[in-house]
Nanobody, 133 residues
Framework: QEQLVESGGGSVQAGGSLTLSCTTS????????IGWFRQAPGKEREGIAT????????YYADSVKGRFTISQDDAKRSVDLQMNSLKPDDTAMYYC??????????????????????????WGQGTQVTVSA
């Protein structure tokens, strides 16, 4: 059974840092497209970063480029999101998502948030990040 569990959220002041972790189980981790999304109250869900665990290729949304780093930990079978220089606008519920089963291997496009939501996918329960001014 594929499962995603997020951890590492919390409250921090502007300019601070947090690291989120998405721990996978089942067959979710290997050679897969895994990403982080966020949704603030009253706003649309935003895909912010993805990684293809087969070769470590990454994608970042402009809103987080240069501040956030997505990485994979093969030993822990997790995908982490290092968030630096946090701003109040980064306040949101953060979700991890992954292509389910062999969905990404059959997908003709690159590993991006836009493509990940078009595939059959799995989601975690979310972790809250709050950044105060």
């Amino acid at each position: 059974q594929e499962q995603l569990v997020e951890s590492g959220g919390g409250s921090v002041q502007a300019g601070g840092s947090l690291t989120l972790s998405c721990t996978t189980s089942g067959y979710t981790y290997d050679s897969n497209c895994i990403g982080w999304f966020r949704q603030a109250p009253g706003k649309e869900r935003e895909g912010i970063a993805t990684i293809f665990t087969g070769d470590g290729g990454t994608y970042y949304a402009d809103s987080v480029k240069g501040r956030f780093t997505i990485s994979q930990d093969d030993a822990k079978r997790s995908v982490d999101l290092q968030m630096n220089s946090l701003k109040p606008d980064d306040t949101a519920m953060y979700y991890c998502a992954a292509a389910a089963g062999l969905a990404y291997q059959a997908y003709p496009g690159p590993c991006t948030p836009e493509n990940l939501v078009l595939m059959r996918n799995s989601w975690g329960q979310g972790t809250q990040v709050t950044v105060s001014a």
